[in-house]
């Protein structure tokens, strides 16, 4: 077997394992399949290879449904990642990415010690039209620097205790907010340039199949059991951003 095929194949095992943690529980494809891909493909390639499976990924979970009741203040949070993530995409390559990485683990780890410790209070679902414009706007600027966000967003909307399947369908579709503009942003710099784009397309064969298979364990995990396997996704994703940003 060719280098080439072997990388191939790592990349797609990486990308079926990660989009099947997200299918379960709403995020981790990027989180877990850039700091893997980009040993194999590289980080300047990693990055706009797996927002475009990202973006499918998000549609195939959007379209289960689950709003609840927080639609209507939900779009203040969705407002303000676009502007967020359109920022921090065009800032890429300029921002220190070391540095933005750690700064979003060490918040992060933060909020999930604090949960661990029965610390953290309920954010009232009638202040997302206060915090969520600024909590968009952090995570938005550091998904489209870095492709991660997940962290942030994670921690804010269980901060809100929102039901399983509202948890899901709201962290999936501000994901979807961010990798509409990362793609868009990504295709003006020209970051889509033969092979680039040829291997963000194979890579959604093995997504779909990981989503789909993610999407099937989400509807057998228990809420409790669910809540401890967002913690933790949280908690190794943060100290992976620490220990990046600290090489």
Known sequence: MSDHAVRLLSASIVVCAASMVKGAIGFGFPLLAIPLLSVILGPKVAIP?????????????????GAGQAAGAMWTLLAGIAVGTLAGALLLGAVNTRLAAGFVGVVALLYV???????????????????????????????????????LLASYLHMLRLEKREFVF????????????QVAVYSGLGLYQGPV?????????????GTLGGLALQDRLEP????????????????????????
């Open 113 to 151: 010690v604090a949960t661990a410790q029965g610390l953290t209070v309920k954010v009232p679902a009638n202040s997302i039209r206060r915090t969520g414009p600024a909590f968009g706007l952090v995570a938005g600027l550091m998904g489209g620097a870095t492709g991660i966000s997940s962290p």
């Open 170 to 181: 709201w962290i999936t579709m501000t994901f979807f907010v961010v990798n509409m503009v």
């Open 197 to 209: 784009l040829t291997t963000a397309l194979l890579a959604c064969v093995p997504m779909v199949i």
């Open 49 to 65: 290879v797996v927002a475009i499976p990202t973006l499918l990924s998000n549609f195939l979970v959007i379209r289960r449904g």
């Open 224 to 247: 409790k059991l669910f809540e401890r396997i967002v913690l933790t996704v949280v908690f190794i994703a943060s100290a992976n951003l620490i220990a990046r940003s600290l090489r």
